[in-house]
């Protein structure tokens, strides 16, 4: 690989400068000689040669092998401190795909960060956030930085393997502890609705740990499709009935009640709550997912919702933050007698 030969006693200089313009490849060890320090370089110093009178050479260098502790210790050096500042700590990683948030200011640098998140999390593939989630399938646009450009993946959590294409389907690695929360309420012999199922990582969870029967519905084709997989990747078929479609009118044509129902879809499901608490036997169990600044809130509509049924408070909780002052928030009820 290309460096540069250096009189040792401007070595010291010259490092500082190959530092300063993000020419130094801290993936390599400096070599020393006697009289001479070379330095590994990520690209070749065409007009640093004329200023400095110094000589470029073709040699080997001796990989660092390091144990870095997050992505911005990886990219130390070789982006700017003040730019550091703006780069989003948090990361996705979901089977073999990293997904980052890279904001604006750092543009110019979003190559660079890619390939720092593929060698720091060993992937195959690392995607950059190009919009928040839209519309009825809930899916975002991604834009490819490093390693292959291939978005499906399997993604194993306790014991699942969920397949999905993270460019169709929505899915959230960080939502794992609560899905284990869930399942670890369900008992054998229940009868579940999954109202907005996804590529069926709540279902799948409960239908693999329990003897439980689950009606996993979502709109999204895409979605569908990865579910239909993932039932046959856990072996599961006698347990979950996948349905594709609008789960409204899914439910206008069903006469079952369910024992427990969950309703992960926090921007939107209290539009949903009248046909899921149609759909509850009494005394079963709603989970209802809400972005909210507060508690009160979810709970105020699950209880206005539900009027003149008793509703009974049984968890609390936030799951994760979304934005300064706003919780994705989930609430456990028991609906009825």
């Given at each position: ?111 660079q960060i890619g390939e720092a998140a593929l060698k720091f999390t060993r992937r195959k593939a690392v995607y950059r956030k ?208």
């Open positions: 690989m290309i460096g540069l030969k250096v009189p040792k006693k401007e070595a010291n200089t010259i490092r500082q400068l190959l530092l300063q313009k993000q020419m130094l490849n801290l993936d390599y060890k400096i070599k020393r000689s006697r009289d001479y320090v070379y330095f590994p370089l990520t690209k070749s110093p065409n007009k640093l040669l004329d200023e400095l009178k110094v000589q470029m050479v073709e040699t080997d260098f001796e990989e660092v092998k390091r144990n870095f502790r997050s992505i911005e210790e990886y990219l130390q050096g070789q982006i700017p401190p003040e730019k550091m500042e703006d780069f989003k700590k948090s990361f996705d990683i979901i089977g073999s795909v990293v997904i980052l948030e890279i904001p604006e200011e750092l543009n110019e640098e979003k190559k190009k919009s928040q989630i839209r519309g009825v399938t809930r899916t975002r646009e991604l834009e490819h930085l490093a390693g292959e450009d291939s978005s499906e993946t399997i993604h194993k959590e306790f014991g699942s393997q969920i397949m999905l294409d993270v460019k169709k389907v929505y899915f959230s690695p960080r939502l794992a502890t609560e899905r284990k929360i869930i399942t670890d309420q369900v008992n054998d012999g229940e009868l579940i609705l999954d109202m907005f199922a996804g590529v069926g990582p709540f279902a799948v969870n409960i239908a693999r740990k329990h003897d439980a029967k689950v009606y996993a519905v979502d709109i999204n084709p895409d979605a569908m499709k990865y579910l239909k997989k993932n039932i046959k990747l856990n072996k599961v078929s006698k347990r979950i009935v996948p349905l594709q479609g609008d789960v409204k009118e899914v439910l206008q044509k069903m006469d079952l009640k369910f024992d427990r129902i969950i309703m992960n879809l926090p921007g939107s499901a209290c539009e949903f709550l009248d046909p899921a608490i149609e759909h509850l036997k009494p005394g079963g169990v709603l989970h209802y997912y809400q972005f909210s600044r507060d508690l009160e809130d979810p709970v105020n509509k699950i209880k206005k919702a539900a009027k003149p049924l008793l509703v009974k408070i049984l968890d609390e909780r936030k799951v994760k933050s979304t934005k300064p002052g706003e919780w994705h928030v989930a609430v456990d009820t028991q609906i009825g007698n």
